[in-house]
């Protein structure tokens, strides 16, 4: 019952928030893409719990949220992704702004890449 409290009074303040602006906007992972380590070390659990870092207040909230790549790692040429979160019903705007990023992204084919069979 007191997490019910506890995301009553989270959803409570992001509408707050969202009464002067439309999106938040955050990086989606705390770090850039990388190898996961082996599922059996004590890093892999740590590691899982980093990545949720961003994502948890929409997981938590049920705020509409959507992640898009915004751009690619110069070093590893791996996808680089934001999440934008809009407020409840207004999904469209969060979907806007991420086709507004993804209109400014330079897209890559992989070194390895297929053909889509048709």
């Given at each position: 019952?007191?997490?019910?409290?506890i995301?009553?009074?989270?959803?409570?303040?992001?509408?707050?928030?969202?009464?002067?602006?439309?999106?938040?906007?955050t990086?989606?992972?705390?770090?850039?893409?990388?190898?996961?380590?082996?599922?059996?070390?004590?890093?892999?659990?740590?590691?899982?719990?980093?990545?949720?870092r961003?994502?948890?207040?929409?997981?938590?909230?049920?705020?509409?949220?959507?992640?898009?790549?915004?751009?690619?790692?110069?070093?590893?040429?791996?996808?680089?992704?934001?999440?934008?979160?809009?407020?409840?019903?207004?999904?469209?705007?969060?979907?806007?702004?991420?086709?507004?990023?993804?209109?400014?992204?330079?897209?890559?084919?992989?070194?390895?890449?297929?053909?889509q069979?048709?």
């Open positions: 019952q007191n997490i019910h409290k995301r009553a009074k989270t959803i409570k303040t992001l509408r707050g928030i969202f009464k002067h602006c439309d999106c938040i906007m990086p989606t992972l705390p770090f850039l893409a990388s190898e996961m380590p082996n599922s059996k070390s004590n890093d892999c659990m740590e590691h899982q719990l980093a990545l949720s961003f994502t948890f207040l929409s997981n938590f909230t049920g705020f509409p949220t959507v992640s898009t790549c915004c751009g690619f790692d110069p070093n590893t040429n791996l996808p680089i992704s934001c999440m934008i979160m809009s407020r409840p019903w207004h999904e469209g705007t969060a979907l806007r702004v991420a086709r507004v990023i993804e209109s400014f992204v330079n897209y890559k084919s992989p070194e390895i890449s297929f053909q069979l048709s």
